[in-house]
């Protein structure tokens, strides 16, 4: 039996298109623990964070996966910056 493909990704990883959010609509969809600084902040240092495979570039506009970001969050929990 092949493993269940979670379903912000397609077959081939791919991130789904409705798994994409801008800065300001993660932000606004948990308004209780993210701010759009906040967020910029962790995108900004993406690549030495490991928070880039949660990220689409289009055009000027950087996208975030919400399972991806959650994903890479949960990673994080308990660590002492």
Same mark, same amino acid.
């Given at each position: 039996?092949?493993? $269940?493909?979670?379903?912000? =990704? =397609?077959? @081939?990883?791919? +991130? #789904?298109?409705?798994? %994409? &959010? =801008?800065?300001e609509?993660?932000? #606004? #969809?948990?308004?209780? +623990?993210? @701010?759009?600084? @906040?967020l910029? !902040?962790q995108?900004?240092?993406? &690549?030495?964070?490991? /928070? *880039? %495979? #949660?990220?689409?570039?289009?055009? $000027? $506009? /950087?996208? +975030?996966?919400?399972?991806?970001?959650? *994903? !890479? /969050? *949960? @990673?994080? *929990?308990?660590?002492?910056?």
């Amino acid at each position: 039996m092949e493993p $269940k493909t979670p379903p912000a =990704t =397609t077959p @081939t990883g791919a +991130i #789904a298109l409705d798994d %994409l &959010d =801008t800065v300001e609509g993660l932000a #606004a #969809a948990h308004p209780k +623990i993210l @701010t759009v600084p @906040t967020l910029r !902040w962790q995108l900004r240092h993406r &690549d030495s964070n490991g /928070l *880039a %495979l #949660a990220c689409v570039s289009v055009g $000027k $506009k /950087l996208l +975030i996966s919400r399972s991806r970001y959650e *994903a !890479w /969050l *949960a @990673t994080r *929990a308990g660590r002492v910056v």
